[in-house]
């Protein structure tokens, strides 16, 4: 069983998305855990209902990022470790409001994953749906990839596409990508936890050939 700590900041749709295919697909996996960057976070009352170990690390309490990063790999390794000295397979980032050091991206490198609301290359950072409807996109969605100190621009594992319609703001267009987001990202991690991804350089196949996209246009 593939040990996976899921890191959120807030409400974690994305992570219950995760733990119910996670259950409901029977994956050799388990959720370990779920920290959050808040303690106040929505994210981890949803976990504890459902006995997962939950864990909250203030940012705001941290003197800096990198104090802020080591106590969060404490947790990372203490909660989703096999106790023998091992972390966990693998960490998920899951709507996780923290942009992490190059140390911390280095300690988990090829076993950190994050779901990003644009389709990468395009508007990495934040404000990604306002940023999409002011560039006049028509299509907009949403990009799992591997994470690399670079923000946002590691290894692609899957991206799902949605219209952006005449009338959207970022919040609709933002719902509308949620839902998307919520169908690739479990599969992603499916595909990972069975051993199914080919990573080279930049670019990610699945070994058995099974679409790495989603075109959603009906998805609310
Ligand atoms: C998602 O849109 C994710 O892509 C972004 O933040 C949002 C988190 O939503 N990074 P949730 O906490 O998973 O509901």
Known sequence: MKRLVI???GRGSNMQAIAEACA?????ARIAAVIASRPGAAG??????????????DHRAHADRAVFDAELARSIDEL???????????????GFMRILGADFVRRYAGRLINIHPSLLPSFAGLHTHQRAIDAG????????????PELDHGPIVAQAAVPVLPGDDAASLS??????EHLIYPR???????????VQG????????????????QVE
């Open 175 to 180: 719902d509308r990508v949620l839902g998307a």
């Open 80 to 94: 989703g470790g096999d106790g023998q000295g091992h972390g966990p397979d693998l960490v998920v980032l899951a």
């Open 202 to 217: 930049l670019r990610v196949r699945h070994i058995g050939s099974e679409p790495q996209w989603l075109i959603a246009p």
């Open 24 to 28: 409901r697909e029977r994956w050799p």
């Open 44 to 57: 981890l009352a949803w976990a504890e209902a459902r006995g997962i170990p939950t864990r909250a690390l």
């Open 137 to 148: 996109c028509v299509l907009a969605g949403a990009t799992v990839h591997l994470v690399t």
């Open 188 to 198: 992603a991690l499916r595909w990972w936890v069975e051993g199914q991804l080919e």
């Open 7 to 9: 890191l959120i900041s």
